[in-house]
């Protein structure tokens, strides 16, 4: 299994970015696709999810302003992130899991894209 991120780069505070990840070999052991984040001396975290049958988590924190979205024809996972703040500054990591609300199992993950936000 390989996830490839792109999208990431420098952009300024209000500004957007949209994220992508291609996906490759066989997660058929998953059932769900998100976005997690670490940024410098934090923990990482879960940012966005999307299961296989629709159903979407965001954290708090980005709610209203990022958008989790699926091309299953092109195997692609998107985020879309608009109005981004400072804090938002983080590596951003593909991941393919095992999601059930309660709990979640991260099984694959990419390589990681910078997302720096900064006048």
């Known amino acids: 299994v390989q996830l490839v991120e792109s999208g990431g780069g420098l952009v300024q505070p209000g500004g957007s970015l949209r994220l992508s990840c291609v996906a490759s070999g066989n997660i058929g052991s998953t059932n769900a696709m998100g976005w997690y984040r670490q940024a410098p001396g934090k923990e990482r975290e879960l940012v966005a999810a999307l299961t296989n049958s629709g159903s979407t988590y965001y954290a708090d924190s980005v709610k209203v302003r990022f958008t989790i979205s699926r091309d299953y024809a092109k195997d692609t996972l998107y985020l879309q992130m608009n109005s981004l703040r400072p804090e938002d500054t983080a590596m951003y990591y593909c991941?393919?899991?095992?999601?059930?609300?309660?709990?979640?199992?991260?099984?694959?993950w990419g390589q990681g894209t910078q997302v720096t936000v900064s006048l």
């Open positions: 991941v393919a899991m095992r999601y059930r609300g309660s709990s979640v199992d991260p099984d694959y």
